[in-house]
């Protein structure tokens, strides 16, 4: 069995232990691969996603002609005649940096960077229900708006505390107050997420991260301020 310590970087992106969103994919006809990589129905943010990091690594340390390079992040694509030829990594340890040939490259990195720095074709934000004509009365303004917008999904809260079983001081956070008012949680999951008109997920994504480490703090400083807590 591979030792947990050994694994220095997790394959499984949000369903990994590095972020623990639990994933299910229903299997269907592909049911080998997808129950190779799919996880058990834990609370998303558990510490039982490290069990599943293992049996996915194991599952595809099985595989010859699949070489992993973990810690190797790319940071911009190699292109010619409209095609990438080679994507160049940097080793997020020491700072070495691989240049990648291939005849295909997929881009997996959740957010399209390899399209974005190849040049590719790209959209942000919802468009007017006139450009496809992809109406759907039911919902009106708030799938298909006349006006295109910024509007996209945003960036999620996934975080948890747990009961030490004994009292635990927590300091005052007077700058997260205009965020969270006297709203309390002891932990966020799917449902926090952060997005605004005015906001870039990638260009303002400091004031958004920000924003969210306001919302945790004040709201967890929020339901210590409870005797129960
Ligand atoms: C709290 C939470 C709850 C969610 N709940 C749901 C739900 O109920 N239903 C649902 O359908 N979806 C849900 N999602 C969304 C879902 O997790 C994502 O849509 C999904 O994980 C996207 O998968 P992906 O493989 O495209 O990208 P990711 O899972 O983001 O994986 C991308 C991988 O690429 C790596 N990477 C990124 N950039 C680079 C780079 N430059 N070089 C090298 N590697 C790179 C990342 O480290 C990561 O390992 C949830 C997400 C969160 C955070």
Not at 99 to 119: E, K, M, Q, S, V
Not at 200 to 212: A, K, L, T, W
Request: aromatic share 12%; with cysteine.
């Amino acid at each position: 069995m591979l030792p947990l310590s050994m694994i220095v970087r997790y394959l499984g992106g949000n369903a990994s232990s590095e972020t623990r969103v639990h994933t299910e994919g229903i299997p269907w006809h592909s049911k080998r691969i997808i129950s190779m990589i799919n996880t058990k129905h834990w609370p998303n943010g558990s510490p039982l996603a490290k069990q599943d990091d293992r049996k996915r690594h194991e599952n595809i340390e099985k595989y010859e002609n699949i070489h992993l390079y973990l810690q190797w992040r790319a940071f911009t694509a190699i292109t010619e005649n409209n095609s990438i030829e080679s994507v160049d990594t940097r080793h997020t340890a020491t700072g070495e940096t691989r240049r990648f040939n291939a005849p295909f490259f997929i881009d997996c990195t959740g957010d399209g960077w390899l399209g974005f720095w190849a040049g590719a074709e790209m959209m942000y934000g919802r468009e007017p229900v006139s450009k496809y004509d992809e109406s759907w009365p039911k919902y009106g303004e708030l799938w298909s708006p006349n006006e295109g917008d910024n509007r996209v999904m945003g960036s999620s809260v996934l975080w948890r505390t747990i009961d030490t079983g004994e009292p635990v001081d927590f300091p005052q956070v007077p700058w997260s107050m205009e965020v969270v008012g006297n709203f309390e949680a002891i932990e966020g999951t799917w449902h926090w997420e952060f997005s605004h008109n005015d906001l870039h997920q990638v260009n303002d994504s400091e004031i958004i991260r920000d924003h969210m480490f306001k919302a945790i703090y004040g709201s967890f400083y929020n339901a210590k301020q409870q005797p129960e807590n």
